[in-house]
Structures are given as C-alpha cells and as structure tokens.
C-alpha cells in the first residue's frame, strides 16, 4: 500500500513516545525537554547529511516497493528518510534513557551517594511507582 | 571511499566524543563506569533493533545496496556495514546528554 512505511513509522514514533512517556526516558525524562531536542535534533541532521553522502556516493538508492510515498526531496531521498532519521534520533535517546535506568543513573531521590551502590530506590526498572510523579516536566 | 569507510569514519568521530564524555564524567559528579554501562547497553539494543527492521525494509524493497560497493557479510539482511549507524548514534547521543548535564541540572530537577 502506497504511504504503508510512512504510516509505519508514525506509528512507530508514537509507540516509542508512549514508552517515553510511560517511563520517562527522553522527552518526559526529568531534565531539560530542550538538550533533549536540541541534542536529537542535531544528531537527526548529522544521520540525514550521512545518508546524504552515502546516497551521492552511490552506495544504497531507492528501491521499488509499493509502500513507499513516491515523494522525492532528492534523487533517491523519499519523505520517508527525513522522518526515519528523526524516529532513528528519538528511539537512541529512549533506548540512552531506559539504558540510564537499568544502570541506576536517573536522578536519585537520595543524592550525596553518587559513588554508592546501586541499589537505591532510582537504581531498578521502575514500577508505576518507582520515581516520583510530582516531578515538572 | 567506501560504504565501509564511511561508517567507520563515523563511528571513530563518534566514539571520540564518547570518550571525551566517558573522561570527564568524575567532573560532572558521575562515575565513567555508569556511562559506558549506558553506552554499552544502549548500543546493543539500537543494534538488535536494527538487524531486525533494516532487515524487514530491506526485505521490503525500500532501498537497495550497490552489492559491488559493499564488504559481504550481512547480519540477517542487513549489510554489516549498517550497524555503523546504531553503533555510532549509541556513542554520541548519550555521551552529549552527559557532557550538557552536569550534576546541578540534574539536582535542580530531581
């Protein structure tokens, strides 16, 4: 089906933001939501100009599958890449995130034991309790 | 230049900023070992992830390699030279989360 990958990765995205969301990983992590942009939008940009080089290069180019939109920003760059890269930056800084989490590196409730171990309340895959919900966002 | 150098162009640039944010974590108030666990970590699941849905859109027909440009081995239908982009983007982006969060932005917020 036409637009399918589109479709695929928009839902992708919103799979991942709702991981994000639920565990607060990356854009609902408790740090600044602008380093977070900031920081995968320039990583986003650095993936589109690699893709860019590699395109002219002549090492990978369009394909001939049904799915894709059939619109074209440069020879052999559809719609499509320019949201991939995006989706790609995105679910790095969710996978930083949950990475964070297991290594117990989230913001602490109790700090002053940075050289601790890690086995204080920020250091285990929350439950649905496990980090404090009155935190800003 | 190849697919191949390129990736690896990539990668190195990229782990030398890992490296950088790898050393001066203690500046920040953190501990090296707890970032390279996170780097380690998210490199393996950006990894996996991409054997398994490059090896999908691929299979799709999405884009398609100049196979004389390529080094051979693949990992499902991945080329090999394509974990270049999770390994790279697991370096640099939690090494630039690190070294733009210092110790105080993250008391200030917890």
């Known amino acids: 089906m036409r637009g399918a990958y589109l479709l695929c990765l928009l839902a992708a995205g919103a799979g991942v933001a709702l991981l994000d969301r639920r565990w607060r990983l990356a854009l609902w992590h408790p740090r600044s939501r602008a380093r977070t942009v900031a920081v995968g939008s320039a990583a986003a940009a650095l993936l589109l100009l690699w893709d860019v080089v590699a395109i002219r290069a002549g090492f990978y180019g369009r394909g001939d599958s049904p799915a894709l939109l059939g619109v074209w920003l440069a020879p052999h760059l559809p719609l499509e890449e320019v949201v991939f890269v995006v989706f790609f930056a995105y679910v790095t800084l969710v996978a930083a995130g949950g990475a964070e989490r297991l290594v117990g590196g989230a913001p602490r409730r109790s700090r002053r034991d940075d050289d601790g171990p890690l086995t204080d309340a920020g250091a285990h895959v929350p439950s649905d309790d496990a980090r404090p919900r009155e935190v800003a966002s | ?110």
Do not use: K, N
């Open chain 2, 1 to 110: 230049m190849t697919y191949a150098g390129l990736g690896v162009g990539v990668v190195v640039a990229c782990a030398a900023v890992a490296a950088w944010a790898v050393a001066t974590e203690p500046r920040r108030g953190r501990r090296p070992a707890r970032l390279l666990a996170v780097l380690g970590l998210t490199a393996a699941a950006l990894c996996l992830l991409t054997v398994v849905f490059d090896s999908l859109m691929i299979a799709a027909d999405l884009f398609r390699y100049d196979e004389a440009a390529l080094l051979g081995p693949r990992v499902g239908r991945a080329p090999v030279e394509d974990l270049a982009w999770p390994l790279a983007a697991a370096l640099a982006l939690p090494s630039l989360l690190a070294l733009t969060t210092d110790r105080r932005t993250t008391e200030a917020r917890a």
